[in-house]
Each structure stands twice: as structure tokens, then as C-alpha cells.
T-cell receptor, first 116, second 115 residues
């Protein structure tokens, strides 16, 4: 069965620290997509990254980086030199290609608090 | 500006009343989705529509209804049959939802409270 687990419910760091948010997924599909979204206090989900199951290359975008490892079914997200504006809830999500619906399966979310 | 709008931002409803949440997009996306978010939880899919005049139930469709008469609009009605409707409702859209899973983009959400 498909599932996404974000084991860290809440993380608190001091500004400029690096922080890694974990995401572990379960799927039987060979073709699937993984996403990360940010939900600031305003509530709107902001898209951060989409990665397909055939592309295991790590990705870096500014202070953000993602580590995709199929061997451990993980898609972890690291924020380098965190800032107060990074405070938000972060969701990891999975979409299985076989569903043909685009349906996203979300993890429970990790609340990140960055203190000044 | 292209994007997804949801209205109202906050909505209060008395028990036993139906209420309709609006979702409009001007991104020319074919697919639209409704999700529900409860405190401390991830989002769960209520309904989705891949094309005009067609829609499918998601994981928690009971007590909800939708319509898709226009490409840009996908309203959600929360009926009196929904036993616990207080939640945050998010609408999303994507270019398609066919063979390739496209990125879903989300609206700002509607917070519904039942009094």
C-alpha cells in the first residue's frame, strides 16, 4: 500500500543552523513522483520540488537541497543556513503513475520553527 | 496574474446547513482537486476532476459533492451529511492528470467552522 511517513512532527533550530527533514515512502509502483511542499502560516501550499522515480540525482536550489535514495525509499530535504522565514509546515507527498489520477498521498507534515 | 483563487477565506456554518466553497483557476489547467486538512495531519483527497463535466470520488468523498461545468471552476459543497466538516479546505489544479503526473498548484484555502 502507498504511504508517506514524516517521522519528525516538530523541529526547532536556531537561525543559521542546517536542518534536515526526513521523508520515507512506500509504493509498489516502479514509476512514481515525489514532491515537497511548504505551508507557511497563511495556509497556502507552496510547491518546492517534483522528482520522478528514475531520477536519483540530488538537487540543490539555493539553500535548499534534496537527497533521493531509492534503496532506502527516502526523499530527504535539507535547508542550509536556516532563516526565520523558513518557519513553516513542510509536506512530503507521493503520486503513483498507475493511478492515472494525479492523486497526491501526503505525509503528516513536519513543523519547522527557526528561532532568531 | 495566473493562479488559483478560493473564496471565502473563512466560513462559518450552522449544523444542518449546506455550504459551497468556491475554487477558480485561470491557469488553463485540465485537472482540479479538493483536499481536506485537519490539524496536525496531512491532506486527504475529497474529489478530483480530470476534465470538464467529469469528476471522481477521492478517499473521503462522503458528505461532499462537486460539479465541473466550466474548465476554470470546481466548487465543493459540504452537505449536512458530512459529520465533521470543520477543517481547512484546499483546492489544487494541474495541467493534466493523465499518464504523467503533473505538479499540483494550490489555492490559499478556505477555513470552514461549524458552529
Amino acid at each position: 500500500a502507498q504511504k508517506v511517513t514524516q517521522a519528525q512532527t516538530e523541529i526547532s533550530v536556531v537561525e543559521k543552523e542546517d536542518v534536515t527533514l526526513d521523508c520515507v515512502y512506500e509504493t509498489r509502483d516502479t514509476t512514481y513522483y515525489l514532491f515537497w511542499y511548504k505551508q507557511p502560516p497563511s495556509g497556502e501550499l507552496v510547491f518546492l520540488i517534483r522528482r520522478n522515480s528514475f531520477d536519483e540525482q540530488n538537487e540543490i536550489s539555493g539553500r535548499y537541497s534534496w537527497n533521493f535514495q531509492k534503496s532506502t525509499s527516502s526523499f530527504n530535504f535539507t535547508i542550509t543556513a536556516s532563516q526565520v522565514v523558513d518557519s513553516a509546515v513542510y509536506f512530503c507527498a507521493l503520486s503513483e503513475n498507475s493511478s492515472n489520477t494525479g492523486k497526491l498521498i501526503f505525509g503528516q507534515g513536519t513543523t519547522l520553527q527557526v528561532k532568531p | 496574474d495566473g493562479g488559483i483563487t478560493q473564496s471565502p477565506k473563512y466560513l462559518f456554518r450552522k449544523e444542518g446547513q449546506n455550504v459551497t466553497l468556491s475554487c477558480e483557476q485561470n491557469l488553463n489547467h485540465d485537472a482540479m482537486y479538493w483536499y481536506r486538512q485537519d490539524p496536525g495531519q496531512g491532506l486527504r483527497l475529497i474529489y478530483y476532476s480530470q476534465i470538464v463535466n467529469d469528476f471522481q470520488k477521492g478517499d473521503i468523498a462522503e458528505g461532499y459533492s462537486v460539479s465541473r461545468e466550466k474548465k476554470e471552476s470546481f466548487p465543493l459543497t459540504v452537505t449536512s451529511a458530512q459529520k465533521n466538516p470543520t477543517a481547512f479546505y484546499l483546492c489544487a489544479s494541474s495541467i493534466t492528470s493523465g499518464v504523467v503526473t503533473d505538479t499540483q498548484y494550490f489555492g490559499p484555502g478556505t477555513r470552514l467552522t461549524v458552529l
